[in-house]
């Protein structure tokens, strides 16, 4: 049997989250090789917004599996866009790891601790609005790159701090930098984050089905469902999360604008839906709307 191609970027985050479901299809007596390809997002030191969010990861994997070059290909889910990508499916959304968000910041201080007028570095939409409602008086600095290099601009004094989603520095063994861990209730994050995506071919879904975790799953396609009803790309402040306690499945989004942010959460039981994700993003999105979430984020 030949071996399975996996795309992967070639960041040290990206090709460690590949080799995570190369092992697990290895474990179930698969054969892979990993295949490195350049993305534009890899490519470009621009602003992610002006490249057109964090898509621009994704297009390139895309192709190199359409044209035959690779068999897989392995996404952070929330760099993922959420309409359908003609062509392709996502065989397997493996268990979700922690959905946090961290601060990084130098001498071990807090969010609040932070000196008035600290410059802290993120290249996210959503996190510039969470930085601003918290904490007004900081300085919010664009920043890309990778993880090494976003926390070398903390460790040369060039920003006070940096905020970086907790499941890739635990995935390659940076949690040290961590000064304080963002909880999900008054600092929700990207619909997704946390869960990996493992995309192939329509049809192909069966290479991968294996490795799929069915509530990480439902609980990021009810995330990622709001953020595509309310027509608002990866890049915009959208955050989102759910999660299934003994049956139920909770969800709560939060749209953010320059000065204020609408919330809406609701919940209902996995066994009285046909499409439980489906259903509750449906509520939880046209609430949204109702509060004036196409205001804040341009939606139509």
């Not at 060039?158 to 989603?165: S, Y």
């Not at 984050?193 to 049809?203: D, F, H, K, P």
Request: aromatic share 2%.
């Amino acid at each position: 049997m030949s071996a399975i191609r996996i795309g992967t970027r070639g960041s040290e985050l990206a090709r460690t989250q590949t080799g995570l479901v190369a092992r697990e299809l290895e474990k179930r007596g698969a054969t892979t090789e990993l295949v490195i390809i350049s993305t534009e997002g890899d490519r470009s030191d621009a602003p992610l917004a002006s490249l057109g969010g964090a898509g621009v990861f994704v297009a390139a994997l895309r192709e190199a599996l359409l044209d035959g070059r690779v068999d897989v290909a392995v996404h952070s889910l929330k760099d993922l866009p959420t309409a359908p990508a003609p062509g392709l499916a996502i065989g397997a959304i493996p268990k979700r790891a922690d959905a946090r968000d961290a601060l990084c910041a130098r001498d071990g201080l807090t969010l609040q601790s932070l000196p008035e007028g600290a410059r802290v570095g993120t290249g996210s939409p959503r996190r510039v609005a969470q930085l601003r409602s918290r904490r007004p008086d900081l300085e919010v600095v664009d920043v890309r790159g990778n993880v090494d290099t976003r926390l070398g601009k903390v460790a040369s004094g060039e920003l006070d701090a940096v905020v970086l989603a907790v499941a890739g520095l635990d995935r390659i063994g940076r949690l040290d930098a961590v000064s304080e861990f963002l909880e999900l209730g008054p600092w929700p994050t990207a619909p997704g984050q946390g869960a990996l995506a493992v995309e192939v071919r329509a049809g192909e879904e069966k290479l991968v089905s294996a490795l799929d975790h069915k509530t990480s799953r439902v609980t990021a396609e009810a995330e990622r469902g709001t953020l595509a009803l309310l027509e608002a790309g990866c890049s915009a402040p959208v955050a989102a999360h759910a999660v299934v306690d003994e049956g139920l499945l909770f969800l709560s989004a939060r749209v953010y604008g320059p000065d204020t942010h609408i919330t809406s959460s609701h919940a209902l039981y996995v066994s009285d839906a046909k499409d439980p994700a489906g259903d509750l993003a449906e509520r939880v999105s046209r609430e949204l709307f109702e509060l004036g979430a196409a205001d804040l984020i341009g939606a139509p």
